[in-house]
């Protein structure tokens, strides 16, 4: 979002800015202190909203350039017809009263707001706010990818995919990709887990409507199923920890949340060719305790299976055992899928959806994080190439 504004108060300008830096969106802000200097960037450009005095300088060069009432002289700037930011929302904050009433039905009949300054009032920020939250342009992304750690969203750094810039949009720590040519962002909720995933899942769709909604990282696998560093598609994911605790224990009770069916048919298609199965290990370099049986060469299996998640992590061999009775068929499990899969289903927006994690272990005692880097730039590379697929 791109804002101007027109101040010669030092004191004034620093509380304007203030307030804009603390909306938690992605501003550039850009200041002038003379309605001269306004003319000239109101016509170089186009802003997103206009914050402006009154009362100013004509030149702003010299103190004898005294402030004056600029009201007409702005209004006809900024709404002529050749102007670029003829319709461009106007805020006047002005401590001049007088100007503003005086001119008010000026200001009115062009549509630009009014709002009292007085210093060491908090009243007008309120206003203020409103007023900027109203303008912040509709921003929309083809694709979101939801990573419940840092380390995750930085495989996307290291597969070169993005740059290490971190942006904070509606209150989201969000990081920008482009995929041949499509928009989208990287999302790292506050927490790991089930509540917040879904709440930053749900929310990203309603604030961006992507097309695609999906998610990479590390994962558990079951012994015998999963090996290290295989990636895993949930077909279908459920939540191993919902149920009912009685004098007999936990029962579980489970609603298993499918792959939209074309989606499956698709990602089963994709992961099959070589090619994209070579992409994914190109570049990967094991390094000491992070090769399996001392072979530094990368075996990548990717492939669909039933999956569940639960809000702890599980590193406990009875624990283990109570998740993979659940269903004979289950391969891995974790923290989030679950989450981002419902927040999607259950949209109006109905966007496509998947998740795909690496395994580092099998969900015992013997954890350790040796495989944690391999196995999240792997699953990166993965949701990469399926998204360009999908897209």
């Known amino acids: 979002m791109k804002v101007l504004v027109v101040e010669d108060n030092p004191e004034k300008l620093s509380e304007i800015k203030d307030v804009l830096n603390g909306i938690g969106f992605d501003i550039k802000i850009k200041d002038c202190n003379s309605i001269i200097s306004f003319s000239a960037e109101i016509n170089k ?7 402006v005095d009154l009362v100013l ?3 702003g060069e010299t103190v004898l350039d005294k402030p004056q009432d600029v009201t ?10 050749d102007s670029k930011n003829y319709k461009t929302p106007v805020i006047a904050i002005t401590q001049f009263s007088d100007s503003a009433e005086s001119n008010f039905s000026n200001l009115n009949r062009h549509d630009i707001n009014v709002i009292t300054y007085e210093q060491g ?7 203020f706010i409103r007023k900027i939250v109203s303008c912040i342009p ?9 990573c419940a750690l840092e380390k995750e ?10 740059k290490p810039k971190t942006s904070i949009k509606f209150g989201l720590n969000c990081q920008d990709i482009m995929i041949d040519g499509h928009s989208g962002i990287i999302i790292v909720p506050p ?5 917040n995933t879904s709440i930053v899942s749900a929310r990203a769709i309603d604030l961006f409507e992507p097309k695609i909604i999906c998610m990479s990282g590390i994962c558990a696998g079951i012994e015998g199923k999963a090996n290290i560093y295989d990636i895993v598609i949930p077909s279908q994911c459920d939540q191993h920890d919902a149920g009912k605790w009685s004098s007999e224990g936990f029962v579980p009770e489970s609603y298993s949340i499918p792959l939209i069916h074309d989606t499956e048919v698709a990602i089963n298609r994709i992961v099959k060719e070589k090619s994209f199965i070579d992409e994914i290990s190109c570049d990967v370099l094991l390094q000491g305790s992070e090769m399996i049986d001392d072979s530094s060469s990368l075996d990548v299996k990717i492939y669909t299976a039933t999956t569940s998640s639960g809000s702890s992590v599980i590193a406990d061999e009875t624990m283990l055992d109570h998740v993979t009775a659940q269903h004979r068929k289950k391969t891995a499990f974790e923290m989030e899928s679950y989450a981002l899969y419902e927040a999607a289903r259950r949209s109006p927006l109905k966007p496509n959806y998947f998740s795909a994690k690496s395994v580092v272990d ?24 399926l998204i360009k697929e999908l897209i």
């Open 191 to 195: 927490r790991m887990g089930l509540v």
């Open 138 to 146: 509709k921003v929309t992304y083809d694709f979101i990818i939801v």
């Open 153 to 162: 969203a930085e495989s996307y750094i290291e597969a070169g995919y993005t």
């Open 72 to 81: 007409s002289r702005m209004v006809e700037i900024i709404r002529d017809y």
């Open 362 to 385: 099998n969900g015992n005692t013997s954890k350790g994080d040796e495989y944690h880097r391999v196995a999240a730039l792997i699953s990166a590379k993965a949701v990469y190439g």
């Open 121 to 127: 009032s908090e009243d007008w920020k309120k206003s």
């Open 45 to 51: 450009e186009t802003f997103d909203l206009v914050v």
């Open 57 to 59: 300088p004509i030149f």
